[in-house]
């Protein structure tokens, strides 16, 4: 008698999944796959859940950060989501668009392709005004909750405070958008950039959501355990995966050129065991 295939989780189970990962007493770590491969690649690696990068996939297509449009990074989405069994949390940068109604917008269609959690960031993408003024930001994230709530099944709002990534290190205003982003309503607060733990240590005591932390920043040496410890619920690497990757592809390149040699070829997963871990 053959065995029976194991039953994949529905969306609606992703999400219940998705949603008690926040709620266990330690941090998890969900990494950011930028294509099929590296998705199925981390699966099978054991972590629970996975996160998109946009910037990781712009790269993968030989673009720059923040320029693929909705449709196509919802596309890339719905790939990741099909990809594996895992539940999925999608990066949708400021939502492609500055109205509330278009955040929330790009809530719905990430829901519809198959994510049970999304991020809407606070950075308006124009560098002479980088990030939304506080009130319109709060009416985005309030627009964006209200969405998710009305999804037939458990959806992880993530709301990120983009302060950091735009030079602007200001924690008191970053905190105070986290407040406020709570307040309207979303699951989970993330303030990208933070990597000194009384900085992290300020914003996980002064909100009551979880925190998710971006780690594999340059200068940012704390680990999962010490993430921990701070009281953060998740940790991410953003686009660090994707980048590894290209570094040392960069490195191959480089000395093949210059030097002539393939050593590089040394520090390469075998031929077999990837495809033992992409076999159908």
Do not use: C
């Not at 709002?157 to 200001?170: C, S």
């Amino acid at each position: 008698m053959s065995a029976t295939p194991p039953t994949k989780m529905t969306q609606a189970e992703k999400g219940r999944v998705f949603r008690a990962l926040h709620e266990r007493d330690r941090a998890f770590i969900i990494p950011n796959p930028w294509d099929i491969g590296s998705a199925r690649l981390l699966a099978h690696a054991g972590f629970e859940a996975l996160a998109t990068t946009s910037a990781g996939y712009a790269f993968s297509v030989g673009q720059q950060d923040t320029t693929i449009n909705r449709d196509e990074m919802i596309a890339h989405v719905a790939k990741i989501a099909r990809a594996t069994d895992l539940p999925v949390n999608a990066d949708l940068e400021n939502g492609y668009g500055d109205s509330p109604d278009e955040a929330a917008e790009t809530i719905r269609l990430a829901a519809h392709a198959g994510a049970v959690g999304g991020s809407i960031e606070d950075a308006t993408g124009n560098a002479d005004h980088p990030i939304y003024d506080h009130a319109h930001a709060e009416d985005r994230i309030r627009a964006a909750a209200e969405l998710a709530r009305a999804l037939p099944f458990t959806f992880t709002l993530t709301a990120r405070a983009e302060n950091y990534l735009h030079g602007r290190a200001d924690l008191k205003d970053t905190i105070k958008r986290l407040q406020a982003f709570q307040e309207a309503g979303a699951n989970v607060l993330y303030a990208p950039g933070l990597t000194r733990k009384e900085d992290i240590t300020a914003v996980v005591s002064s909100v009551d959501r979880p925190i998710n932390v971006l780690a594999g920043l340059s200068g940012a040496p704390l680990t999962l355990t010490d993430l921990s410890a701070l009281g953060v619920k998740r940790i991410s690497i953003g686009s660090a995966l994707s980048r590894a990757a290209y570094g040392a592809a960069i490195r191959a390149a480089t000395e093949m050129r210059e030097r002539g040699t393939f050593t590089f070829a040394d520090q390469a997963v075998s031929f077999r065991d990837l495809s033992a871990i992409f076999k159908a």
